[in-house]
């Protein structure tokens, strides 16, 4: 068993499987995943786990090289969340974000109900 670390076995076997260029999306509880998206849903009850845990963890465990959110984060809590990790995030129509969702190889679903805290992340290599 793992001592540290994301320990669901779901996300594990997910984040294995990950390639250079995948996309990977954080999204809160509300965000519409297209069918047939693969997905891991970590919500237990609405705010648990909270999208700055999911998204901290998986930095921990993936490495990315970009990172897009919806131009309407930009004037909230989580804006700031993703600004202070991803410094040259790129920022796209929320409508927009959500049809780029149905292209991720995974996505990773929180019980965060702050609007607009989603991100889609592109998975980098570590060379």
Known sequence: MK???ILNGALNAAISALGHGDLVVVADCGLPIPLGTPTVDLALVQGTPGFLQVLDALRND????GCTAAAEST???AGEWIKD???AVEYIPHEELKQLTGT???VVRSGEATPYANV???CGVSF
């Open 3 to 5: 001592k540290n670390g």
């Open 62 to 65: 993936v490495i990315f090289e």
């Open 75 to 77: 004037v909230g809590q």
């Open 85 to 87: 990790r991803f410094p």
């Open 104 to 106: 991720a190889k995974l």
């Open 120 to 122: 889609i992340l592109r």
